[in-house]
């Protein structure tokens, strides 16, 4: 992806389309489920680098996206939905930009629990300093989805994710530029690419466990390995979905992360509908698919890895279940474990009237799969 600040409306390329039907498709569901529940009486959707709001090819944008997604919900759910604030952060560096974001916001009616906010500066700045405010007066983000697009390989500090995943029902869905990076990387010894890296990875780590004599594909990989262990050691559901050309490229990676299994459930879910249309596909390095990451008709390979990773010992269906989230293309864990059952490689602790196959979460205690042999 390259890295450019643009100055005037520039055309939306497909991954930036793919990217609005991903946000709008997830964006939809998080609305619905977080705001019916009666403790999420307010909900925040911050856009990091939201840009001018539409482009020369299409009306659409992420933050009008954010905002129409918000209204579907609401309208289809309004009965639960009535009591519910839903606030919106739009930050915007080019000043012309964020007035242009105003216009397009302003010509549009917007139910009345809707807030939205422009505000002009860096996400660093802007997002950081309403931080520092919560943190000074001892308060907690409300359920929180950030969606952080910098243009290139830098303005996106780690710092600042931290902080808003630390708070439990906050997530954030990022742009990794990895190719970007990686050219930071290969080029470390300019003060002001180390002072970069030092800011994207939340300290100098990177220093010793990149290597910047390795090709740029497998730099890419290993700068994708250690942010999402990064965002690991503070929410626990981390996927990456690499957006390829269908001619194999890699534009850059869209990274996830949550503290809870649903959010990642339900994000793969539209990865998937949206790689489906035909536009653009979606894998993750880490998992060792080369193209296409919802590949649900080859089971076996992941339910190898399952069987090397989880198996030896009883454990419960939840164990599986984040497998299957956080490290295989797929959703849960269902096609694995028919395949394991059909090698007769499985136990499972639970009714025993359980049909064959069938692997619902309520009825399964526990479950075994034999540990094979290397």
């Known amino acids: 992806m390259p890295s450019f600040k643009p100055t005037k409306l520039w055309e939306a390329s497909p991954h930036t389309l793919a990217k609005f039907e991903i946000i709008g498709r997830y964006l939809y569901l998080w609305f619905a489920i977080v705001g019916s529940n009666s403790k999420n009486r307010r909900l925040v959707y911050i856009d990091g680098f939201a840009g001018p709001g539409r482009y020369t090819n299409t009306d659409r944008s992420s933050p009008l996206v954010a905002l129409q997604s918000a209204k579907a919900a609401f309208d289809k759910f309004e009965t639960k939905l009535r009591g519910t604030e839903f606030n919106f952060l739009f930050v915007e560096k080019n000043k012309k930009f964020a007035e242009n974001l105003r216009d397009v916001f302003s010509a549009i009616s917007w139910p009345s629990q809707f807030n939205w906010f422009v505000e002009n500066g860096s996400f660093e700045d802007k997002i950081g300093g309403i931080l520092e405010d919560l943190r000074r007066?001892?308060?907690?983000?409300?359920?929180?989805?950030?969606?952080?697009?910098?243009?290139?390989?830098?303005?996106?500090?780690?710092?600042?994710?931290?902080?808003?995943?630390?708070?439990?029902?906050?997530?954030?869905?990022?742009?990794?530029?990895?190719?970007?990076?990686?050219?930071?990387?290969?080029?470390?010894?300019?003060?002001?690419?180390?002072?970069?890296?030092?800011?994207?990875?939340?300290?100098?780590?990177?220093?010793?466990e990149l290597n910047p004599n390795l090709p740029m594909q497998q730099l890419s990989a290993q700068i994708l390995t250690l942010y999402k262990n990064r965002l690991r050691s503070i929410a626990p559901y981390v996927f990456a979905f690499a957006m390829n050309s269908r001619e194999g490229q890699l534009n850059y990676h869209l990274v996830f992360a949550s503290q809870h299994y649903l959010g990642l459930e339900k994000m793969k879910e539209a990865m998937k509908a949206v790689d489906q249309t035909g536009t653009y596909s979606f894998s993750d390095d880490t998992v060792g698919q080369k193209l296409m990451v919802f590949d649900f008709d080859a089971p076996a390979i992941w339910a190898e890895k399952m069987q090397q990773a989880l198996g030896g010992k009883w454990r419960p269906y939840s164990d599986f279940r984040d497998f299957a989230l956080t490290e295989t293309p797929f959703i849960n864990p269902k096609a694995m474990l028919r395949h394991l059952e059909n090698q007769s490689s499985i136990e499972i602790e639970g009714e025993s009237n359980r049909r064959k196959g069938s692997f619902s979460e309520e009825k399964i205690r526990k479950l075994l799969i034999q540990k094979t042999l290397l």
């Open 137 to 208: 007066d001892g308060k907690q983000l409300p359920p929180t989805f950030a969606f952080v697009d910098p243009f290139g390989a830098t303005g996106l500090p780690f710092k600042i994710i931290t902080e808003i995943l630390q708070h439990s029902t906050c997530e954030v869905l990022l742009n990794l530029d990895s190719d970007g990076i990686g050219r930071l990387v290969t080029a470390q010894t300019a003060e002001k690419n180390q002072s970069h890296l030092d800011l994207l990875f939340g300290d100098s780590g990177w220093r010793t």
